[in-house]
């Protein structure tokens, strides 16, 4: 009887997993502000700490912050609007060019005896969808930008709440310290992990830019931006990242500079998740790759491209909330990479 019970609960359980992902899907308009603003909160929390142990009122804080974001959102829309815009505009010459260039390869193939033809090839490498498919990809998180006036409120209200929430958390519960501690356990390890993160991603995607613009490929700031966002998914972000850059400097300076700028990605990557994040932020904090794959899929789906970006530090945030629980312990190791 127990046995059937156990059952009977995990498959209510799964049943309410369903309905609550297709919920989100449904309500992802809302949803996605909502996420990206507490991603945004979360990272700036710490400097609204620091302002307000220094004294200063919490609206201030809050303004200041504000100001801050407004004017980092402001410049990065500024910059990735014109490269979206000029790569819209070359885009039917970069596919005209990436056909030239695969003609090429089918002429060195078939000189080597590996007789393959265009029309085979392009029906396994279609290279007009794979130039669209940047173009989607990268118009999607451009329309991100559209909703800045309710991500920007709602990060206010959120900031405006973290300030007073352990107090809140104190009042609710009466004696809550063994809470207040749990709690700020979780925020600090969260707040430490994004921070880390972040500044690593800013250092990633500024070396990016920096190397592309010394190679010549076309809007190195765009792709820079892609390389800070797609460095908060691990294992194959850096992936992701690096081949629209590498098709481009294909299309428009050959073989020789793609293989630079493969080359380039690969020793960036290596020195920063080998080297500098193990060093600051610990090994225990690592996803495992399977896990990297279905969130990615899953939130994919679910939410599109911000979903992805977004899944994989959301996912850190449940793994450090189950560690912080002996209860759910069990879950963050089936998470974790080790």
Not at 119 to 136: C, H, I, K, T, W
Request: net charge neutral; hydrophobic share 55%.
């Amino acid at each position: 009887m127990s046995e059937l019970n156990r059952g009977t609960s995990w498959l209510i359980g799964l049943s309410a997993l369903v309905i609550i992902i297709a919920g989100l899907k449904a309500a992802s308009e809302i949803v996605v502000p909502f996420m990206l603003s507490a991603f945004i909160a979360i990272i700036c929390a710490p400097f609204l700490a620091a302002l307000r142990r220094r004294g200063v009122p919490t609206w201030i804080a809050v303004t200041i912050i504000v100001l801050l974001i407004l004017i980092s959102v402001g410049s990065l829309g500024v910059f990735v609007g014109a490269s979206l815009d000029g790569f819209y505009k070359e885009l039917p010459n970069y596919k005209i060019r990436m056909t030239q260039e695969l003609g090429g390869i089918i002429e060195l193939l078939n000189r080597f005896g590996l007789h393959v033809s265009s029309e085979q090839l392009r029906g396994y490498f279609d290279p007009s969808v794979l130039m669209q498919v940047v173009a989607n990809t990268l118009s999607g998180l451009g329309n991100v930008l559209t909703n800045t006036f309710l991500v920007i409120m709602t990060v206010v209200f959120l900031l405006f709440e973290a300030a007073d929430f352990p107090e809140k958390l104190s009042h609710a519960l009466g004696d809550a310290r063994s809470s207040l501690k749990n709690f700020k356990d979780f925020a600090s390890a969260v707040n430490r992990y994004l921070a880390i993160k972040t500044i690593v991603s800013i250092l990633t995607g500024c070396v990016v830019s920096t190397w592309l613009f010394i190679l010549g490929v076309d809007f190195p700031i765009l792709w820079g931006v892609s390389a800070f966002f797609l460095n908060f998914v691990p294992n194959i972000g850096s992936i992701i990242a690096a081949i629209p850059a590498v098709m481009l400097a294909f299309v428009q300076l050959g073989g020789f500079a793609a293989g630079l700028t493969a080359l380039g990605y690969v020793v960036i990557n290596l020195v920063v998740g080998n080297i500098i994040e193990p060093r600051y932020m610990g090994k225990g904090l690592g996803l495992s790759t399977l896990v990297v794959f279905l969130s990615l899929l899953l939130w994919g789906w679910v939410f599109g491209p911000v979903g992805m970006l977004l899944s994989i530090p959301l996912t850190i945030i449940v793994k450090i909330a189950m560690e912080t629980n002996p209860k759910t312990h069990w879950v963050a190791v089936l998470l974790g990479d080790h």
